[in-house]
Every structure is written in structure tokens, then in C-alpha cells.
């Protein structure tokens, strides 16, 4: 998932938006729901990015403060104009992988889709678990581009997705880092690791995760790859486009789409993790 | 699975039983904790096979009373014979393509890994619905062998897998019937369908399921088809060693596995489904 991948609402007509909007909390919620800081919390959210989790965290936990950092300082722009109606959320221009704050700064650390971009994740984690109080958590929530399941399977689809592996991986990000979250967690250090599926299922039954997750957010992010795809001899056009068609089939009243992702917590434990 | 999948606690020392008993309710637990039949209601479980299902439905619900049906008379003996201390289950030896009982005769039916042995699952359903009184449910439950995600990943592993893919197809069965659920029970003619992913994840923090599902149920069933991938000639012996060890790899203390299964709940309409 990209940073705006949570970003599906916008662009619909406003008649419709409200129910969306509804719907679309269901996989926000799927994700997040479960997730609450109490009150006077610092928490940082390591790569806020455009601020779609910010929105979500802050607002469910209203009397925590957050410190969202991004190093894009276009995404932060966007992030603070999309939190303007929030006062627990400041945003600061920084690299997770060396941030400006003292050790121990933080009593929580909440980082979401960030991982999966980071060619050193193990070090970042270093970094994070560096900034967080002993005792404190870290939440990390991750997708898996190998947990698609389409129903008609279409192996040009399987196909366009795989090309999206190779450029993220090319990039020396890993889109299959979700099912590794509990030995990365793990190896940090970090004790008590609780990691749990979470499977976005979509069906006719569920117009709203079918719009606004299989079309608008999944299919879309890999429309998004084609020309680089292309670009790299992986796959013709032709294909590329009969495996976003195949992607739009599984939106169809007898079609199904299911995508997993990964939420992982644990602590820091009161002696340094290593 | 096969119809075993759940039976997955024998053969362990008495001093470990009682917690790996435990553990491996999580999974029946998962699959099963919201199936709950009200007193006085009529169950008919189709394709019981062992009887696995069966206890864990009947110790559920034990003011309801379940007819249990099998093609195969082995299998009933064991699901009679597992079944003693139950007085709410009677076992009747018929297929589920063509049930010995008149319309409407049951006020639910139950249906767990049998649909994804069957050429013709929709002609089944049709069957089933056909003795379910209308506003009567059925429950579906079924895995989906393309949803198998593994850390480390390991190619011969999921050379392994496919080959059981192979084998379930050239039988005439369909092993990723899972994500096909929705579908197939609305084309039946069911209402408000329901379906939800369950998926089993298994790292060293749960050591029941890493034992009792990706050991003893997963790759217990992958690797009792060695001799027929060889033997068929989609693989060589080596390879599928190295799959089966590729499987194990996932379950020591930095591993991780995840299968999903699809849970589906439809009720057959007041008038008749088509």
C-alpha cells in the first residue's frame, strides 16, 4: 500500500459520499479500531506521510498528542492541512531511520504502510525502539502483495501484481513484509510481539470496500505501475491491461477480492533491547 | 483440508495434551465459535466424514439435534465412535448429491471442507438448500489453498502446495474454493449472504497452532501427497523434500504461516431459490 492508500473517499459525488464515507471506515476499522492511547500519551507516528492514519489515530484517541514525521515535506503539507481541525497532532520534517529526538521520548511508537518501503527495516526499528520509553509500545501495520486472493483468478492480474513486487523490491522496499513483522519485532528486541491477519474481504455485499479498496485503492495502485512496468520488459501492455481488468472482474456481482494485512505490537522491554 | 484437518491432538504425551488441547481450540474456535443453533432445531451436517466437525457443533448446541451424513462407512464409524458421549447427533450413511430426506426436512444446514471435493458443488447446494425449510440457514466453511503465505517464503514449498492443487483438480475438486463462496451461494438463490474470512496465523507466540495446524494439519496433508506428485511427474522427490522442510522452516522461532478459510452463512428464502 502506498501512503494514500486509505485515501479512497474523496471524489465521489456528496450524495453518496456519506455512505462511503461509513463504509470505508470499515476497513479503518479493520486496521485500527483497536488501537487507543490514553490520555497524555505522546505517541510518534513514524511516516505519517499524507496524514490518513494521523486523522484516524488522533481522533480516536483525542487526549493523547502525536508527533507525526514524514522526510516528504509535501505529504507533511497535505498531512497538516488535512489535520487542521485536530490539536493533538503536530507534524516535524524527519528521516525515520534518524530522528531528532532523545531517546526514550516517546511513551508509544505507531508506524503503518512505512516498513514495506525501507530497505533496512531492522535498523529503522532500531531507531523507532531507540525513541520509545521502556515498557511503551510500538504498533506497526504492514500489507502482504503475496495474500491476494481473486475470484475469477486471473493470471494476468497475478501477473501486473507481480510487476509491482519487482519494482518495490527494485526500490529495495520488501510488499511482502507483512507476514515478517513478528521476527522483525522480534529480533528488535522488542517483547510480548502480538502479530494478527487482518483480511480485507470484498464482496457485492460490501459495495463500499469493493469501490473504495479493491477499485480505488488496490486496482488503482497498480494501474498506477503500468507504464514503469512496461518500461522494464516485465509484461506488455496488453497483458498489464487484461490483469487490471481482471482486477475490475473480481468487483463484479458474482466476483470476490481478499488482501491481508499485518498488525504487530510489542513493548519495549526495561532493559535496552540490545 | 481434508476432513480430518481438525483432528489434529491425538498422539501427543498426556502432560501436553490438555494445553495443546487448548491451543488447538483457537482453531475450531475461529471457525467455529459463532455457529450456535437454538434448542429444538432440526441440523443437518453434510459430509461429516470423522466426525471432527461434528463434536464441536453438538458440544456447542447441545439442545439442538444434528443427523449427520456421510457417503463414506468408515468414517461414520469413527464420527459414531468419537461421538459416544453426544446424545444429540444421529450418523446416516447418504450423499449429499442425493439426501434420503423429503423438502424442507431441516431447520439449518451445515457444510465444512466438502464443497471443494465436489465436481459439481453447485448442483450439491442445490440439494442441500432443497431439504432446508425456507428462512432456514446454510453455513459454509472451506479453505483456499492459494492463500498460503510463508516466512521465509519458499518456492519448493509452494511447488509442493500446487501439486496438491493438481491432485484436488484432477480428482474433479476445486482446493481454492474458499473465495468462491459468495458466488456459489447466491447463485443458489440464498439471501443475505454473508462471508468472512478466517485466517489461521501461526508464529512462536502461538506453539499450538505452529504444532497442531502448520505441522500436523498443513504439511501432514501436503506431505502425504509425495508419492502421487512424483509419481505424476510435477515434481521431483528432492524438490518436494525441500518443500516439506521449506513448510517446517516457517514454524521454528522466526518463521510465520497464515492460511485463510472463508466462512459463509445464507438463508434460503420463503420462496423456493429457482
Redesign the interface.
Known sequence: MNKTGLDYVHGYAPVALSRLQDQARTLADLLHHDTRYPPGAHVLEAGCGAGAQTVLLAERSPQATFTCVDVNESSLATARDRCTGLNNARFIRADVRSLPFPDATFDHVFVCFVLEHLARPDTALDELIRTLRPGGTLTAIEG?H??V???P?NRASRAAIACQVRLQRRARGEP?I??????LL??AGLGS?????R?V?A???RPGLVDGFVHRTFTAMIADIEDAAVDAGWVTRATFAEGIAGLRRCTE????F?Y?F?KAVGVRPEAPPR
Request: glycine fraction near 10%; hydrophobic fraction near 40%; charge should be negative.
Open positions: 502482504d503475496g495474500s486472493l481473486m475470484h483468478d511482502m507483512g507476514r515478517r513483522l513478528f521476527p522480534a529480533a510481539v502480538h502479530v494478527e491477519p483480511t474481504y464482496d457485492a455485499t456481482p458474482d466476483g470476490a481478499a491481508t499485518f
